[in-house]
């Protein structure tokens, strides 16, 4: 068994991805309380998807742009919300590309973050296509990955906490 090092340890980065699923909200408050209770912090990660099919390129360029600033907006409210449970203020991250792939990339390369926070779904009987993708045997993670039942009140995750 390892001995813990004496050096000051870094605060733990817990990382939601902000999408527009149901579970959000429990992966988020999860992350935010755990974040809040353990001295952490809340990253917050949005990705905007490219547009299929081709349009004109105008009509594709302002697509793009509200759904950029939809998304901006959106981390701000869950920043705020994330503040208002105790966190500092929430890193964010927004990028465009392909979710899974821009993730596996800001996992990566932002070494700061420790943990992954995922919402699972019930209202399908699927998980969800990130918690999939994260559970395929050819995902390979650098941090352990937690994963909230999209099912849990917010009293029964106080009380995991």
């Not at 605060?11 to 974040?35: G, M, P, T």
């Amino acid at each position: 068994m390892k001995k813990r090092s004496n050096k000051k340890q870094q605060k733990r980065i817990f990382l939601v991805v902000a999408d527009n699923s149901s579970e959000l909200h429990q992966a988020l408050y999860y992350a935010a309380r755990r974040a809040a209770t353990a001295e952490g912090e809340v990253a917050l990660f949005r990705c905007v998807e490219p547009l299929e099919g081709q349009l004109w390129g105008g009509v594709s360029h302002i697509m793009e742009l509200e759904a950029e600033q939809e998304s901006k907006k959106l981390l701000l409210e869950l920043s705020t919300y994330c503040e208002n449970l105790g966190t500092t203020k929430p890193r964010t991250y927004l990028k465009k590309g392909n979710t899974s792939d821009e993730l596996i990339k800001l996992i990566n390369n932002e070494k700061r973050i420790t943990v992954l926070v995922l919402g699972a779904s019930v209202e399908t009987g699927n998980p969800g296509p990130l918690i999939n993708f994260v559970m395929n045997a050819s995902f390979v993670s650098r941090i352990p990955i937690t994963i909230v039942p999209g099912n849990l009140t917010d009293e029964q995750i106080d009380a995991l906490i």
